[in-house]
């Protein structure tokens, strides 16, 4: 899997809807290209409060994203910074990984002011960075 010295920040806004959720949001990518992105987190499963796997489903709104048009996949909700993005602060995680490419987002909320998301590419795209 491919990572990135520095991490790509996207600000998002994220809307809770019972135990799903639906986010949005933009930033600038390496290359100074401008990413907009939207896509639900919807929990699988019914009626566990503790149960957290989600079909997730993202879509980049235009060419300046590390991927292109709408992925699909798993996602779910852990207290670990597995990717040390955030300095392994303790927090909420979310991540999602698609089913069709290796490409993992990374989400949290940095322990400075902001938000984040943290995207990897695909291996064979060559470009280095997520």
Not at 11 to 24: K, R
Not at 74 to 91: I, K, L, R, T
Not at 100 to 114: H, N, W, Y
Request: glycine share 18%; proline share 3%.
């Amino acid at each position: 899997m491919e990572g990135a010295a520095e991490p790509i920040i996207w600000n998002m806004v994220f809307t809770a809807t019972g135990n799903n959720m639906s986010f949005n949001g933009f930033g600038a990518q390496a290359d100074g290209s401008v990413c907009y992105m939207s896509g639900t987190f919807n929990q699988e499963g019914s009626g566990s409060a503790a149960l957290n796997i989600f079909d997730i489903s993202i879509t980049s709104l235009d060419g300046g994203c590390p991927i292109g048009g709408t992925t699909t996949g798993v996602g779910f909700e852990s207290d670990s910074d597995y990717f040390g993005m955030n300095g392994h602060a303790p927090g909420t995680y979310l991540y999602a990984v698609s089913s069709s490419s290796a490409f993992v987002l990374e989400i949290f909320q940095p322990s400075t002011a902001g938000a984040a998301i943290h995207g990897g590419r695909s291996a064979g795209d060559g470009k280095g960075r997520n």
